[in-house]
């Protein structure tokens, strides 16, 4: 049972390219998220879905794509890179959006 | 924006003492939870607290919920350097978009 796999962990891009985040769980939990956290802001919501066809808008979405095909796999695309983007990206997966949620390990981008 | 504020922003202790740290939050909530994320790691679940209940107990840890001061609490006991690492609070206020995290407290056990 691996939980919340995320990858890749680390990745460069320059400004203006496109990179899609990975993000699957085996859990079978309909609700998942993407989160960013920078250094003094915590966590803060991108994107989330609370099942499979359906995403929504979190507290940041500009800049960033999110589809839900599957009840697995919740990718994050960038569609064109900013320094701003340089973040550490969480991806979580709960059975409710209020329950327990479990956490991916992170990816740490940086745009340069 | 931020639901939870925890306080203190960081906080450093000799191992085997307590260690207290705080959340505060601005609307009403559904639950109340506290998580953990050691260096360079995803975050963990530790504890979590209905908004009908006023304290709640897993091992060391001690949480309470005062819905009047919109406030919660977590109590490390007997603190190890283990349990070196940051601590956040995230509150579920019913909506679809789930658990809002606050900034987090940096927690240092010295040995």
């Known amino acids: 049972n691996a939980g919340v796999t995320q990858t890749p962990k680390f990745q460069v891009l320059k400004t203006g390219q496109s990179m899609t985040l990975q993000c699957a769980q085996d859990?079978?939990?309909?609700?998942m998220s993407w989160y960013r956290q920078d250094p003094g802001m915590g966590l803060r919501l991108i994107h989330y879905s609370v099942g499979a066809g359906i995403t929504d808008q979190g507290e940041v979405p500009n800049g960033y794509n999110v589809s839900r095909s599957t009840t697995e796999d919740f990718p994050l695309r960038l569609l064109s890179a900013a320094p701003s983007q340089t973040s550490v990206y969480f991806c979580a997966s709960s059975y409710l959006a209020s329950a327990e949620a479990f956490f991916g390990q992170g990816t740490r981008l940086t745009v340069v | 924006s931020q639901q939870g504020e925890e306080d203190p922003q960081a906080l450093s202790i000799q191992e085997g003492e307590n260690a207290t740290m705080n959340c505060s939050y601005k609307t009403s909530i559904n639950n109340l939870q506290w998580y953990r994320q050691n260096s360079g790691r995803g975050l963990v679940h530790l504890i979590l607290?209905?908004?009908?209940?006023r304290e709640k107990h897993s091992g060391r840890l001690r949480v309470t919920l005062d819905t009047s001061k919109k406030s919660s609490s977590l109590l490390i006991t007997a603190s190890r350097a283990a349990d070196t690492a940051s601590y956040f609070c995230a509150t579920d206020g019913g909506g679809a978009d789930g658990l809002t995290f606050g900034k987090g407290t940096h927690l240092i056990i010295q040995p």
């Open positions: 607290i209905r908004s009908n209940e």
């Open positions: 859990m079978n939990h309909e609700y």
